[in-house]
């Protein structure tokens, strides 16, 4: 068998990061993929634990995916409003975006795939392809590439198919060189059937004496010798970069390690605690007073009324119960290390929280954490959603930079406004610590009050109303009191009330003159 080529092989570096990936992919797969993955992520028990008892545990042993809640609960805040497509982007990529990959999907929902990605792998990668069939000596303009329906579109890829990189600082920033993917080209097989080929393509940015970036593409032909052929030859292509965009870096962790290392000890608790109360509620039958090796002898048939009779007078026949004192001690380790995984994920994903009292402070504190990285990772995806569409509009030779601009939500719903944050902010703004803006602000980041609400208009409309400083309550109470003091110097209740009630409105058009 042949020798695998340098170029269908992965990097140190490469092996590092799916090593460290691998976790956290596993988890994407579900209970299934886990049940799977086998000892990698739930050791035997110990050598006593054959092979039938250890499947017959794995399968019965539960997976709560608190990984996939905390991705799910990211990619929910972010897009629980639509990206906003700008203005500034050309009219012919708006276009293009509602069919970003040519296989009909969205804009919007190939970046949701994208952040999923990002979360579950801490790389989210996708290229911007142009299909630009070259010919020798031709000269196309962008009116030709039109007519023969030729455009940019984005075609996402998975980190594992990630072989190798390589990058070169250029005018003092890092620049990707080289970039090694693995492919799988579906080829027909006969008239009805279809075959996997492997193929490995490689980009490369300009060279000194090209100006444009080239590719070229390999074939395994032969899996059973190993052998490889050249798809196409190095190649320039119509860009001067490798028109590849990346959310996250291509050897980086997931972001979400640390649950993810918890949620695998929660894994495997669950397991033993679900043996235990297996063995505790299944009693063993127990023979004493008779030697291991007379055991068949002594031990007779057993009766319809499943009774036991004993042969030997000596032997009592009973049943050995497990006691069950580590079960507590199991559900209070999985309880402990959930709390854990509380304090780590983002807000609002678990419906279980730390016991004991939480403070207004630390509710902030742990939120402005869990905002930060949450943050972090919005502004990461519209990076990456602008960069994709500065090169559409490179392929389309608009200019540098003549993409357009995305925004993505990032007011985060997570934390609903609890009244001892009310309490804290009216405690604030009395004693003179934040103003009425900042409160109002934050009333608006915990979705007290709606986000189309403007500050400055609010404060016009308020000074608009005018209120009238005694009220309603206060005037009645006022008309009824001068009243009752007329009906005692003799008027009646009738002529009383209506007296009051003229001096009131007397009263009420002098303060307007006044005001006036």
Known sequence: MADTPDYAKTSARIDTARERRHLCETMRGGRAAMIKARETYLPRLGPLETEA?????????????????????SVGQVFSKAPKWGADIP?????????????????????MDLFRDYWYTGLGLFLVDMPRPRIEGERRTIADEQSLGLRPYWVR?????????????????????????????????????????????????????????????????KPESNEWAVVTDRSPIDINEIPVVTLGGLSAPPPLQDLADLNVQ????????????????????????????????????????????????AATFGYWEHSGKCIDGLKASIATNREEMARRALRSMLESRPSGDVTATSDILNAGRTYSQLAEGTRKLQDAAENGLRLMAKWLKKGEDKGGQVQLNQRFS???????????????????????QTAFGEAQRYEALSDTIVWEDEQERIKAEEPDPMGEAGRQGAVMRRALALAKGGMSEDEAMAKAEAEMDGLDDAVEDAAA
């Open 53 to 73: 008892r250890y499947k017959a545990r794995l399968i019965l042993t539960p997976f709560a995916n608190f990984l996939a809640e905390a991705v799910g609960f």
């Open 91 to 111: 009219g012919d990529i708006v276009t293009m975006v509602e069919n970003v990959d040519l296989c009909g999907n969205h804009g919007d929902l190939f970046l």
């Open 266 to 313: 929660d894994f495997q608790l669950g397991s033993t605690l679900r043996n235990i109360e297996h063995v505790a509620n299944v009693p063993i039958p127990t023979v004493t007073g008779v030697a291991p090796d007379t055991l068949k002898e002594a031990l007779g048939a057993w009766a319809v009324d499943s009774i036991c009779a004993l042969q030997d007078p």
């Open 157 to 221: 890829y998975r980190a594992d198919q990630v072989l190798g990189y390589r990058e070169t600082i250029v005018r003092g920033r890092s620049v990707l060189s080289q970039l090694r993917l693995d492919l799988i080209e579906v080829l027909p097989d006969g008239e009805y059937l279809d075959k996997d080929e492997r193929r490995v393509r490689v980009y490369w940015s300009p060279d000194g004496d090209i100006g444009l970036a080239s590719f070229a593409e390999f074939a395994l032909v």
């Open 414 to 436: 997570a934390l609903p406004m609890k009244e001892q944050a009310r309490e804290w902010l009216d405690w604030a703004v009395s004693k003179g610590l934040i103003s009425k």
